[in-house]
């Protein structure tokens, strides 16, 4: 199974938010994680700085989910049927801006 993670950020003359790195995201397919990514219960979206609005964070949520259920396949192994997962990240600021032109790919 592959999972994709797509970071989207805006970059302002003076953030005055946090700063986001890999271990301090928040995850929003965890209990824990997915009310600090301002989402209602576990989903696919994580904006912790509010960068989009609520309405745009559930339509991108949908559509995620949309692109997991078009991208799955019948018969063969757990892996051979598994559709497209991804999760989409929006924040203010990244701590390394060289990530921003790569898509992380966990295995």
Known sequence: MRIVFVLLFTLNGFVLGKEWTASNMP?????????????????????P?????????????????????RTTHSGG????????ESILVAVQSVSNPKC??????HK
């Not at 921003?100 to 790919?105: A, E, F, P, W, Y």
């Open 27 to 47: 995850d929003p397919r965890d209990k824990s994680g997915y009310m600090k990514c301002n989402m209602k219960s576990l989903s696919k979206v994580c904006d």
């Open 49 to 69: 700085d509010e960068v989009l609005s609520s309405t745009d964070r559930y339509r991108i949520n949908h559509e995620v989910n949309q692109l997991a259920q």
């Open 77 to 84: 192994n757990f892996c051979q049927t598994k559709g497209i």
């Open 100 to 105: 921003i032109n790569s898509v992380h790919v």
